[in-house]
Nanobody
Framework: QVQLVESGGGLVPPGGSLRLSCAVSGSIFSMKAVGWYRQAPGKERELVAVRSDAGGKSYGDSVKERFTISADTGKNIVFLQMDRLKPEDTAVYYC??????????WGQGTLVTVSA
């Protein structure tokens, strides 16, 4: 059973930076994709960034040029570097993995609050 554990959330002022980590209990190489989603209060969960098994990366329109997804495949950790944060980035951020059979696995989430 693949498990995902996020860390790195917290309170950050507007314009600041934060890096989230997602520890994957299996090999990232075996996943179809790994990525980050977020859900703000009263809103639907939305894509933030995803890394495919071929190494390709995609980003949600609202975070392009500000957020960067990367992975340490040796340690099976997926990172989300978030720069120039805005109050509207406030949300619970979830790590996601697509298994070889396309089953989706989610982490428990980590809260990011952008506020002065």
């Amino acid at each position: 059973q693949v498990q995902l554990v996020e860390s790195g959330g917290g309170l950050v002022p507007p314009g600041g930076s934060l890096r989230l980590s997602c520890a994957v209990s299996g090999s990232i190489f075996s996943m179809k994709a790994v990525g980050w989603y977020r859900q703000a209060p009263g809103k639907e969960r939305e894509l933030v960034a995803v890394r495919s098994d071929a190494g390709g990366k995609s980003y949600g329109d609202s975070v392009k040029e500000r957020f960067t997804i990367s992975a340490d495949t040796g340690k099976n950790i997926v990172f989300l570097q978030m720069d120039r944060l805005k109050p509207e980035d406030t949300a619970v951020y979830y790590c996601n993995a697509r298994l070889p059979n396309w089953t989706s696995v989610w982490g428990q989430g980590t809260l990011v609050t952008v506020s002065a």
